[in-house]
């Protein structure tokens, strides 16, 4: 998941923020087939924090969608109706700033705790497998 991290905080290209985001409900669906591995409590706690990377990137990728879109409908629609398509568009790149801002703070949060890091301490710990053997790679690695 943390693969994606520089390309959504560049936010050059929305695909990976949608990669990060699929990655993320990979994860959580993961985690709950393996729920009973870990201790109830502190495995809630984990699973919240993959949801707030989940439901935060959610918010921007339907803004990238929606930008995507409609900026595609403005050589279809009439020369009159294009101000008010531009305003719609200008509005939805504006709440896109914020949503950056949000997954910047996201961002700050998970390397304030050292979520990386622990994350995985934490799966060792309480399943006796490390990273190294999991050897996890962003598709598309080979």
Known sequence: ???YREGTLLGEDIEELHAMRVAS?????????????????????????VKSVTDTLGAARDLDVA????????GEVAHDERPGLEGLIARYRENRAAEARNIEALFRRLD??????????????????TVKRLAPRPPGAE
């Open 67 to 74: 930008i995507d879109r409609l900026t595609g409908l403005l």
């Open 25 to 49: 409900r990979r994860l959580r669906s993961a985690m709950d087939a393996f729920a009973a591995a870990f201790p109830e409590r502190s495995f809630r706690r984990k699973l919240k924090l």
């Open 1 to 3: 998941m943390m693969s």
């Open 112 to 129: 304030e705790d050292d979520v990386d890091r622990t994350f995985v301490r934490y799966v060792e710990k309480h399943t006796g497998i």
